[in-house]
């Protein structure tokens, strides 16, 4: 069951972990401001409609590399001396935050090295190293991988970039709160993915510091709620994790600095389950021609579920963090969000093992005007005179589903329904 968690808005004790501050922010969009362009904020009709809020959907999507990331790491790297630009940096990834990075390093000549884990996809190698990086591939985790880039840091005296936990990356992350008030200066409410909380962090500092009475939610995968847990334990801690569909938001261990800010500045952390992201892939697809990544359909996964009632009638922005998702996982989402509407009906048919039987049984699935997808035909291991067929079917909903059932049924076949393949 996923679950909620209000934040404890309390001032660190003085000597403790640093904070972000609004001047960190302001200064960050001072540095990034001309070489960010800002992502569009624009309102959804439809989904308005759909969940009883005025939603505004800020597509971070649309970045040059697919995601926010490449704002706060165009501040670090603004941030570095000449010297260390020169020496070059490194950083641990196996996703966006290696091309956020890399893609900035090359467009400023900053020689750029990536450790990524040797089981990270072809494709997420491959857009790194053609934005010009260094990629090690090392260690069966990203723990491993995170631990060879301290150790080439130092080795090598490189800067570590940190994809969360560095005031100057939750800074450029920042900058897309300081959007957000200049495009739409009535928002109410802020749904915001939280992985390692980096985004969150930055994002409720430009709001709260600005206009207190907006309310900030963070989102994380019931699979791995890092931030709720350390937030509920008052520091951090590493619960324990599944795999996620939300693979830029898997984040075992949140950082010291993001966890402060987040329990001074957000409202409250919310957890959603596979499913509910999975449905909000596919919605989003569907209504709004907006291809998300996992992490970032968190936010409407959220909304859709009811676990920010805070938002309901109100104007209220969902950050929609990447877009980088495998086009093999958005097939297998697509499929199995259309057999879950009556949309696919996978079923097995067994009939007479004689000439004219396959003729007959597609016939009878074109007066019903259904649409065969894809097509079977087994006899090796059928009982004897039988065959059997597995169809994949278009259809119009389940009532369809239904008659098409009982239409074969009443013809003489054997109906075995079958499950689409999850995705």
């Known amino acids: 069951m996923a679950t909620s968690i209000t934040a404890e808005h309390a001032q660190p004790p003085p000597g403790s972990t640093p904070l972000l501050s609004f001047d960190d922010v302001e200064q960050a969009r001072g540095r990034i401001g001309q070489q960010i362009t800002p992502s569009p904020l624009t309102w959804s009709p439809k989904l308005s409609a759909m969940m009883g809020s005025r939603l ?9 590399t697919g995601s926010f990331k490449e704002r706060g790491a165009l501040n670090r790297l603004l941030t570095l001396s000449d ?58 985790n990203y723990d491993e991988a995170y631990a060879h880039a301290l150790e080439l840091s130092q080795r090598d005296d490189l800067t570590f970039v940190h994809p969360f936990n560095d005031l100057a990356i939750m800074a450029g992350q920042g900058t897309i709160g300081l959007e957000i008030l200049e495009q739409n200066p009535y928002i109410e409410v802020v749904v915001v993915p939280i992985g390692g909380g980096g985004l969150i962090s930055g994002i409720a500092v430009a709001l709260k510091e600005t206009n207190p009475r907006i309310k900030v939610i963070g989102v994380e995968a019931e699979a791995v709620p890092s931030m709720q847990a350390s937030v509920a334990a008052g520091r951090v801690v590493e619960p324990p994790t599944r795999r996620t569909i939300a693979d830029g938001i898997a984040v075992r261990r949140v ?3 993001t966890l402060a800010v987040t329990r001074r500045y957000v ?8 499913e509910e992201i999975s449905n909000a892939i596919l919605l989003l697809l569907e ?23 805070q938002a309901d009638g109100r104007r209220t922005a969902l950050i929609l963090s990447g877009g980088n998702i495998d086009v093999n996982v958005i097939s ?14 996978a079923v097995r048919v067994v009939l007479d093992d004689a000439p004219g039987s396959l003729a007959r049984l597609t016939a009878i699935l074109a007066e019903a005007r259904a649409n065969v997808i894809e097509i079977h035909h087994n006899r090796t291991f059928a009982r004897i005179s039988k065959a059997v067929v597995d169809l994949t079917l278009e259809t119009r ?5 239904a008659d098409l059932e009982q239409r074969l049924s009443a013809e003489g076949y054997g109906v075995e329904p079958r499950k689409m393949t999850a995705a």
């Open 56 to 64: 505004y959907l800020k597509c971070e999507n649309l970045q040059m």
């Open 83 to 140: 010297e260390q630009r020169a020496r070059g940096v490194i950083a641990s990834s196996a996703g966006n935050h290696a091309q956020g990075l890399a893609y900035n390093c090359q467009r400023l000549g900053v020689p750029a090295t990536i450790v990524m884990p040797t089981g990270t996809p072809l494709t997420k190698e491959s857009r790194t190293r053609g934005f010009g990086a260094r990629v090690i591939l090392h260690g069966n």
């Open 255 to 257: 950082g010291e600095l």
């Open 267 to 274: 409202d409250d952390i919310v957890t959603v389950t596979e």
């Open 287 to 309: 209504s709004e021609k907006t291809v998300v990544e996992g992490s970032g359909a968190t936010t409407l996964a959220a909304i859709r579920a009811g676990r920010v009632p």
């Open 332 to 345: 297998r989402i697509i499929e199995r969000g259309l057999a879950k509407d009556g949309r696919i009906m």
């Open 397 to 401: 909903g389940f009532d369809h589903i």
